[in-house]
């Protein structure tokens, strides 16, 4: 009897190793059921026993290293505290931050998706046509479809690389506007490292005006909507 204890428990870290191999080679998260399906259906609560154990053994080694949710799976991460070190090893290869008018734009798009650009344009007061571009190349937002407005106006919404580029594993993990709104009136918020706050007109309350509301697909009269008078931004 004790003889297989020993033997299960080796086979167990077997699979601890498997996981943390194949989490390791991923460049992208990968569910449970993912995760199960290469590890020859072992099933996915012990997939997801071994995530934790690996954890566990992370937080006790000190490791500067963890499994994260994210994305609705889990990625093998550095851990936050380490992140000024990290923007140090990649600083002047890659350009990683978004500009203030992309943080804008994005943020409209989190909140109100699925949105037209005109209800966009509405929000900000200027000519998004090129920071929509930038953030569909970095694929941070996609089509979602049309409108039922008049002239059936594109709409768009975020992607699972949106979740990945800021650490959440579902939409619903957004900071509600109320608490952003609290955030911002009892702190100077800095966003990655851009001076400039949060503009508050970007989240209008229900009820005003300005804005579109929560919920609703069909814009402005058209994608050509003449009331935006700015030019074009780009990152």
């Not at 344009?121 to 996609?142: F, H, M, P, Q, Y």
């Amino acid at each position: 009897m004790q003889k297989k204890l020993i033997m299960d428990e080796a086979q167990l870290e077997e699979y601890r190793a498997i996981t943390e191999a194949v989490l390791f080679a991923s460049d992208a998260p990968l569910s449970l059921t993912e995760l199960s399906r290469i590890m020859d259906d072992v099933g996915e609560d012990l997939v997801g026993g071994c995530i934790e154990d690996l954890n566990e053994k992370y937080v006790r080694g000190g490791h500067g290293f963890e499994i994260r949710h994210v994305a609705n799976g889990y990625q093998l991460s550095s851990k936050v505290d380490y992140a000024k070190w990290i923007r140090r090893l990649y600083r002047g290869r890659i350009p990683s931050r978004l500009t203030q008018a992309a943080l804008e734009c994005l943020s409209i798009v989190a909140y109100k998706q699925p949105i037209s650009r005109s209800e966009v344009e509405a929000i900000r007061g200027v000519n998004v046509d090129g920071v929509l571009r930038t953030l569909l190349d970095r694929n941070l937002i996609r089509i979602a479809g049309r409108g039922e407005g008049v002239g059936r106006p594109i709409l768009y919404a975020t992607t699972g690389d949106f979740l990945r580029y800021f650490g959440l594993n579902k939409l619903s993990d957004l900071p509600k506007l109320d608490e952003l709104n609290e955030l911002l009136k009892d702190q100077d918020i800095e966003l990655d490292e851009v001076e400039e706050q949060l503009d508050q007109s970007l989240f209008p309350r229900p009820g005003r005006s300005g804005g579109p509301r929560p919920g609703r697909s069909d814009g402005p009269a058209d994608e050509t909507d003449g009331k935006v008078v700015s030019t074009d931004e780009t990152e």
